[in-house]
């Protein structure tokens, strides 16, 4: 008994000394998202199977050790190249486990090289360990408070008072709970199928000669894309008109990028021209000017065909419940949060009008998330949503901004990327 507190004495003191502190969190310290990659098989093992795998046995002397390092090679552990390289690594692999715990991903194949179990992102209300740098350097024990997916980190409500709230990284923080995992495998048939998107410039140019012939015109004429928007018909399960209208949105997108990169051009004209204290000539003022015009032609023709495609596409989703406009959306969110409203408004005493208004407000952003909720894969109801926030947030005074990103946007943030 007394070795057993000498022996804890001796630990205490040791680790009193801020090297020593340092050393032991960066050496016995692993985050959950660290412990599947950092805590399985090392490169010497595996390097030792391919090279040698029918060696069973690993008890053998050190003249025998020495002749197969010698066979795999002078390993380069302590260059800056090898740090580098392996910190790199070390940074992609994380990202893979991040787009797997947030379902942003098309191909399991492409995360191969991870460990066959993947740790499950860590949820609010979980006790854990944070790894903080300021104001005091540690391992603090707290309780997340919000899981922030842009920052890639949780915030963290340490016990300590006089540590506070931090916002910690993902690969800093340890659950004190047994963590969950999930087989890479099973990612897989979690995948959502997805319509195919026609985006490619080959293909819509096929499909331009194809859409010009079913409308009487020309393959590489353009009689098609005025005279006959009257026209009914269909190629395929496609509508005649929304294939034209994709068809001249790709050669608008086409002209459009052969604009930009003459803009780009007497840019880097008019630089050199001025490097050299020389005037700008007449004739390539009119040019940038008439490119700007051009330009500004251009993306407004582009929106009136791209809300045209849009209604179209509505029209042929599979999900007919949805609203079609995200104006409409948030005018029904906005009219059934005013409708709770009244209901609501007789159980309490609210006079003031803009506790009144800021309630609404956030009403409304509930039935945004519910909407979210009911059509998980609608990019309108996403739109709306971020209509939403950004229109509340124009309406914040300053003081009241750092009190909504912390309590409301974060979390938002954090629903819409389940």
């Known amino acids: 008994m007394n070795d057993a507190k000498q022996l804890g004495h001796r630990l205490r003191n040791l680790l009193r000394h801020k090297k020593s502190h340092q050393w032991v969190c960066y050496e016995f310290f692993y985050a959950n998202i660290d412990r599947t990659l950092l805590g399985g098989e090392n490169d010497f093992r595996a390097c030792l199977k391919e090279s040698f795998p029918n060696l069973k046995s690993r008890n053998l002397t050190r003249a025998e050790w020495r002749n197969i390092k010698r066979v795999i090679g002078k390993p380069r552990r302590c260059s800056q190249a090898f740090l580098a390289e392996e910190r790199a690594l070390l940074s992609n692999k994380r990202q893979k486990i991040r787009q797997l715990q947030q379902q ?6 492409y995360y191969r090289d991870l460990p066959e179990q ?36 949780y915030r963290i409500t340490f016990d300590r008072e006089n540590i506070g709230t931090h916002t910690v990284p993902d690969h800093e923080v340890l659950s004190l709970d047994q963590p969950e995992f999930l087989p890479l495998s099973s990612f897989q048939t979690r995948i959502k199928p997805r319509r195919p998107i026609l985006k490619s410039p080959m293909f819509l140019e096929i499909l331009g000669h194809q859409v010009a ?57 008019v630089e050199r021209l001025h490097s050299l204290d020389q005037k700008v000539p007449v004739e390539l003022k009119k040019s940038y000017a008439s490119t700007i015009l051009d330009l500004e032609k251009l993306n407004n023709d582009l929106d009136d065909h791209l809300k045209a495609v849009q209604i179209y596409s509505n029209e042929l989703s599979i999900d007919t419940s949805c609203i079609p406009d995200p104006d409409l ?22 006079s003031s009008e803009s506790s009144l208004t800021m309630i609404s407000q956030m009403m409304t952003l509930m039935f945004h998330l519910k909407l979210l909720a009911e059509n998980e894969d609608n990019s309108l ?31 938002v943030n954090y629903i819409k990327n389940i």
């Open 104 to 109: 942003k991903f098309v191909d399991v194949s």
């Open 118 to 153: 993947i740790p499950l992102s860590l949820v609010i209300g979980t006790r854990v360990t944070g790894l903080l740098h300021e104001p005091h350097f540690g391992l603090f024990n707290g309780v997340i408070d919000a899981v922030d997916t842009k920052s890639h980190g």
């Open 213 to 269: 012939e079913a409308l009487g015109g020309k393959p590489n004429g353009q009689t098609f894309m005025s005279d006959h928007d009257g026209e009914t018909g269909a190629s395929g399960q496609y509508p005649i008109k929304l294939l034209a209208l994709m068809v001249r949105v790709s050669k608008m997108l086409a002209l459009k990028k052969k604009r930009i990169y003459e803009l780009k051009s007497m840019n880097d004209e």
């Open 329 to 350: 959306i948030r005018q029904k969110c906005s009219n059934d949060a005013k409708e709770m409203l009244d209901k609501s408004k007789a159980n309490y005493e609210i």
């Open 381 to 411: 109801q996403m739109r709306a949503l971020n209509d939403a926030m950004s229109e509340l947030k124009s309406k914040l005074q300053p003081d009241e901004m750092s009190n909504f990103e912390d309590n409301i946007e974060l979390h």
